[in-house]
Nanobody, 124 residues
């Protein structure tokens, strides 16, 4: 699976952005897709994940209620709708594909395929 993340940019606090992760290659509709983010000088953290069937969206506590993950397998795309953005959401966002059990979705080491990352900057 090859992944391409897009949609990042500069937004004011309280604003919204929609990130997209587009896949090509092997059966995208059979993999769990996760979103992670990395703040400067920090480790990459789990943000959200969605099951291959489009169900069971899972979020980190820091984004729950503000971010929504969804997927369209017909278009090989997973989206991350981000609302009520805060300065602490500023990071490089990555999408990744998990070739393994659903229970491993929080562990970035279990994700085999990664997109290149897209920068999100929340600033006035």
């Amino acid at each position: 699976v090859q992944l391409q993340a897009s949609g990042g940019g500069l937004v004011q606090p309280g604003g919204s952005l929609r990130l997209s992760c587009t896949a090509s290659g092997r059966a995208f509709d059979l993999v769990v897709v996760g979103w992670f983010r990395q703040h400067p000088g920090k480790e990459r953290d789990f943000v959200a994940a969605i099951h291959w069937d489009g169900g069971r969206p899972t979020y980190s506590d820091s984004v729950k209620g503000r971010f929504t993950v969804s997927r369209d397998n017909a278009k090989d795309t997973v989206s991350l709708q981000m609302t009520s953005l805060k300065s602490e959401d500023t990071a490089v966002y990555y999408c990744a594909a998990l070739i393994g059990p659903w229970r491993e979705r929080f562990d970035l080491r279990q994700y085999v395929y990664w997109g290149q990352g897209t920068q999100v900057t929340v600033s006035a």
